[in-house]
């Protein structure tokens, strides 16, 4: 098996944010079953012109995907995800034939499992979502000029479900969500696996009460304005919160009108945020997929107070708490801060979940017995 050679294709190149952690954690899980020799990436790089690849082991092909808004438009209309011009596609499809297996790093790549079927190569297909539940929540939130992109997500996907040979799933609404749209179910449930970095060495001067970790999108935003506007008023004004993400501080201005508030925005590391706070808000209401700040959380050890939608896929413990509106995250971080005298908490039931279900080393057993 360590001579299979496999190409690995992912836009998911920001390593700071929800997807690129993600991607990184199926390339290294691919690297420790087949070799990173015999692994390579793929990589079409979005308008940020961030490409964290290189900074793998792997050889890295890597095409800036996105160019005008016009190019990516005329992409779409081709039903090709948005990065893939029909030349980028050729230009893969006439690599497949050195590649004993393809893994597809999103549905919206479903073109490239019917092209590795005609050419009779084995291709996984992995949902960071199931674009066909989440892509008609977008169409509905940015109305019909999203049309012609929602029509090409779901082009793609069910291609990709009709040709794929193994397809994975992130947790069991995605399961359901999955078999609702195709009548099949998937190969997998995988949850979300992370390289286990936690240490608790680094920490920050300050010490903070509440954390929020989330990239700049727009679930992330929406969900920290709510908690800013109708949870953070209502506590002792003692209680402070750090809100820490890569493009964040964009909304300094805004989230940091009340003295109960700090917004970092990018950092060069969470670690110490992590370590230097109580609990780990989450109050996130809308996407699709796992949240992966929730298994970071999890991985430090931290006491998670999240909507219901946060928490999804996740097993649950005491240290656990849903919360889906206001009261709820009044009385929950009241109530745990009360049982607290010791400084920063540390949930060692969490560490242990994610220990036990999240941490990467998990992943590279089971594929390994998968494709043995």
């Given at each position: 098996m360590e001579n299979k050679k496999v190409l690995f294709i992912s836009d998911g190149t920001d390593f700071k944010r929800g997807k690129g952690i993600v991607s990184r954690s199926n390339l290294r899980i691919l690297n420790e079953v087949f070799g990173v020799d015999n692994v390579t990436v793929f990589t079409l790089v979005g308008m940020s012109g961030i490409n964290d690849f290189?900074?793998?082991?792997?050889?890295?092909?890597?095409?800036?995907?996105?160019?005008?808004?016009?190019?990516?438009?005329?992409?779409?209309?081709?039903?090709?995800?948005?990065?893939?011009?029909?030349?980028?596609?050729?230009?893969?499809?006439?690599?497949?034939?050195?590649?004993?297996?393809?893994?597809?790093?999103?549905?919206?790549?479903?073109?490239?499992?019917r092209a590795c079927y005609a050419l009779n190569i084995p291709n996984i297909l992995f949902f960071h979502n199931v674009r066909s539940y989440l892509s008609k929540?977008?169409?509905?939130?940015?109305?019909?000029?999203?049309?012609?992109?929602?029509?090409?997500?779901?082009?793609?996907?069910?291609?990709?479900?009709?040709?794929?040979?193994?397809?994975i799933v992130l947790n069991e609404r995605e399961f359901n969500l999955f078999y609702k749209a195709y009548k099949k179910n998937p190969d997998m449930v995988l949850p979300i696996q992370m390289e286990d970095a936690f240490k608790l060495s680094d920490s920050t001067n300050a010490k903070f009460d509440l954390l929020f970790v989330g990239a700049d999108y727009y679930p992330n935003v929406e969900g920290v304005r709510w908690f800013i506007?109708?949870?953070?008023?209502?506590?002792?004004?003692?209680?402070?919160?750090?809100?820490?993400?890569?493009?964040?501080?964009?909304?300094?201005?805004?989230?940091?009108?009340?003295?109960?508030?700090?917004?970092?925005?990018?950092?060069?590391?969470?670690?110490?945020?992590?370590?230097?706070?109580?609990?780990?808000?989450?109050?996130?209401?809308?996407?699709?997929?796992?949240?992966?700040?929730?298994?970071?959380?999890?991985?430090?050890?931290?006491?998670?107070?999240?909507?219901?939608?946060?928490?999804?896929?996740?097993?649950?413990?005491?240290?656990?708490?849903?919360?889906?509106?206001?009261?709820?995250?009044?009385?929950?971080?009241?109530?745990?801060?009360?049982?607290?005298?010791?400084g920063v908490i540390f949930s060692d039931v969490n560490r242990e979940i994610f220990q036990s279900n999240h941490d990467m080393k998990k992943s590279i057993s089971i594929f390994n017995r998968v494709f043995k």
């Open positions: 290189p900074s793998m082991e792997n050889k890295i092909i890597s095409i800036q995907g996105y160019i005008t808004r016009i190019k990516s438009l005329l992409n779409i209309i081709g039903l090709r995800h948005y990065h893939l011009s029909r030349s980028t596609e050729k230009k893969i499809i006439s690599i497949l034939p050195n590649y004993n297996l393809v893994f597809i790093d999103d549905s919206y790549f479903g073109r490239l499992s929540k977008w169409l509905k939130y940015i109305g019909m000029r999203y049309f012609p992109a929602h029509v090409a997500c779901i082009y793609n996907e069910y291609i990709g479900v009709k040709y794929s040979d193994y397809n506007n109708h949870v953070v008023p209502f506590l002792d004004n003692k209680i402070k919160l750090c809100i820490v993400g890569h493009g964040m501080e964009k909304y300094r201005d805004e989230f940091d009108i009340l003295d109960s508030v700090v917004t970092f925005g990018t950092v060069e590391s969470v670690t110490p945020f992590y370590n230097s706070s109580k609990i780990v808000v989450l109050p996130i209401f809308d996407g699709g997929g796992m949240k992966v700040k929730t298994a970071e959380s999890l991985m430090f050890g931290k006491v998670i107070i999240g909507t219901k939608e946060a928490l999804e896929g996740y097993q649950r413990s005491e240290d656990i708490i849903e919360a889906n509106n206001r009261d709820d995250f009044i009385s929950s971080i009241n109530k745990v801060l009360a049982c607290d005298d010791q």
